[in-house]
């Protein structure tokens, strides 16, 4: 049975779509500063975040920000369990924590207050932090050993019967990371889980690593949240991740744009089409397919199932709808017939 938590309104887990998160890159001593960013962040689609509490006096800002947003946050917090009581009072119902790296006692402390208010607890390790032992014990498999520290916190909080939990583990290293997630989804079925690299890095590089390791485990059906860690902007990183499950089809959100690569048939600009379409998308429904083809050949027929598009034409470019030529015109006329043709489109999927 899939279990699910519940940060807030936002439920993760049974059955529920996806998520998508990022986390904040700005302190919280610069309250405006994170208030804006987590309203970016809405606008991008983003349905939680997390803010690192790395000191005691910040839990004020913390609280604030809880108080001046609708963006569900959740409390990053390392070693100490006092921070993690401190969020959970600045009215927090997620936290983010490794148990391992803390005293029984307390994390006790933390367990019970977190059962008082609803809390959810996410436990997770990544690759910097296993401990010798757990690699000894793991025989120096490093996805076994990520999968050993995650069970040891697993075991602390359900001995102590709290399961409103998220599971997680991560790693730079695709491969290290999928194993180990899958040893966490075989041992604990039905748990909430949060998939992502760890420090994939910038640019292409960080985008595929991202890619490859997330689409690995959700098409396994492993993966209840998901965060794409790219060293960019946050609102980057949502954009990212739905594409990934745009691709799996697992959820719409935005247009779906299919463009060809171009080779030496085409009769038209694709890059040039592309960047004059984008523009226009914002307005049509979510889940909407347009495609963008640079001749007749891959055009209407190739692009057969894509609601909207357009391909090149010897003279000009023809438009399609459902597949169905809708019209054609000389490139020079495009710039004033696309926006009319893309806004007559809005109401696609709307009674």
Not at 120 to 145: H, L, P, W, Y
């Amino acid at each position: 049975m899939k279990r699910s938590v519940k940060i807030g309104s936002l439920i993760i887990g049974g059955g529920a779509p996806v998520r998508v998160e990022s986390m904040l890159k700005v302190p919280l001593t610069d309250r405006e500063g994170c208030r804006e960013q987590c309203e970016s962040l809405l606008a991008a689609g983003c349905e939680l975040a997390r803010s690192a509490l790395p000191r005691a006096e910040l839990s004020g800002d913390l609280s604030w920000l809880v108080e001046h947003t609708s963006l569900p946050l959740m409390a990053d917090i390392h070693f100490d369990p006092a921070l993690a009581l401190l969020a959970m009072e600045a009215g927090c119902r997620a936290i983010r924590i490794n148990p391992g790296n803390m005293p029984l006692g307390r994390l006790n402390d933390v367990i019970a207050t977190a059962k008082k208010l609803g809390v959810v607890i996410r436990i997770g390790a990544n690759g910097g932090s296993v401990s010798g032992k757990q690699m000894e014990e793991a025989k120096g498999d490093r996805a076994a050993a990520l999968f050993l520290a995650v069970r040891e916190q697993a075991e602390l909080l359900l001995n102590s019967g709290f399961e409103n939990m998220i599971l997680s583990a991560k790693s730079s290293s695709v491969p290290e990371c999928v194993r180990a997630n899958i040893l966490i989804a075989q041992a604990y079925p039905g748990f909430p889980m949060h998939v992502g690299l760890t420090e994939a890095g910038p640019g292409d590089g960080g985008v595929v690593k991202s890619t490859a390791g997330i689409s690995a485990l959700l098409s396994q059906g492993i993966g209840d949240t998901i965060r794409v860690s790219l060293t960019d902007v946050p609102e980057r990183e949502v954009s990212v991740g739905y594409e990934i499950l745009k691709a799996l089809e697992l959820r719409s959100h935005g247009v779906n744009l299919i463009s060809c690569p171009t080779c030496g048939r085409r009769r038209a600009d694709v890059m040039r089409l592309v960047e004059l379409v984008r523009p226009m998308l914002d307005g049509l429904p979510d889940g909407t397919s347009v495609a963008v083809m640079g001749c007749e050949v891959n055009g209407p027929k190739e692009a057969r199932h894509a609601q909207l598009g357009i391909a090149g034409t010897p003279v000009g470019a023809v438009l399609f709808r459902e597949g169905e030529v809708v019209g054609e015109y000389p490139f020079d006329e495009l710039p004033e017939v696309l926006p009319r043709f893309f806004a007559e489109a809005g109401s696609l999927g709307k009674d």
